[in-house]
């Protein structure tokens, strides 16, 4: 298990060109960075769901004033060199209400995964990242920008189309 306690930095996003890029989450602390590779839906998930948890937790956990100053998305971007130590089939998040962190779970194994049986000591990668509401709705942002900066969609059959051409099932 990888734990990374109140990170300096929390980015997810994306490296190379739309129709060839590769997502992934980051934290950075104290000059040690984890890199996680995910998939593109994995991205806009987390992102959509991050949001949504912050503002459940709002009512009964309000952020003090000075965490509540929010971050621009650009100090959560995806830096190079982007090298994942795994790739995750599982995001969770959590909140720790005594110190006030979220906690972003990544796992190498999904929990349904059979192919083990009985082997529980191999569990694949699991990291924690604890960060704040603030670096997590910076993460959020930045992930659906780079989610959202992909090709454009196809009108007719939603599919995206890439800058050399695009062949439309639908007109065939």
């Known amino acids: 298990m990888i734990e990374l306690d109140g990170v300096d930095a929390l980015g997810a996003g994306a490296i190379g060109e739309p129709g060839a890029r590769v997502f992934y989450i980051q934290a950075d602390k104290r000059g040690s960075r984890l890199t996680v590779l995910v998939e593109k839906e994995q991205v806009?998930?987390?992102?959509?769901?991050?949001?949504?948890?912050?503002d459940r937790i709002a009512d009964d956990h309000?952020?003090?004033?000075?965490?509540?100053?929010?971050?621009?998305?650009?100090?959560a971007q995806v830096t190079?060199?982007?090298?994942?130590?795994?790739?995750?089939?599982?995001?969770?998040?959590?909140?720790?209400?005594?110190?006030?962190?979220?906690?972003?779970?990544?796992?190498?194994?999904?929990?349904?995964?059979?192919?083990?049986?009985g082997d529980d000591e191999d569990d694949g990668y699991v990291a924690r990242i604890f960060a704040t509401r603030a670096q997590v709705r910076a993460m959020a942002a930045r992930g659906s920008e780079a989610v959202s900066s992909g090709r454009p969609a196809c009108p007719l059959c939603e599919f995206p189309m890439d800058p050399a051409g695009h062949i439309c099932p639908r007109w065939n």
């Open 80 to 117: 190079e060199p982007a090298v994942p130590l795994f790739r995750a089939r599982m995001i969770g998040l959590g909140f720790e209400p005594d110190r006030g962190l979220v906690l972003i779970e990544l796992r190498e194994r999904a929990e349904d995964d059979d192919e083990d049986e």
């Open 44 to 54: 806009a998930l987390l992102a959509q769901e991050a949001v949504a948890f912050l």
């Open 62 to 75: 309000p952020e003090p004033p000075a965490e509540s100053s929010s971050l621009h998305p650009s100090v």
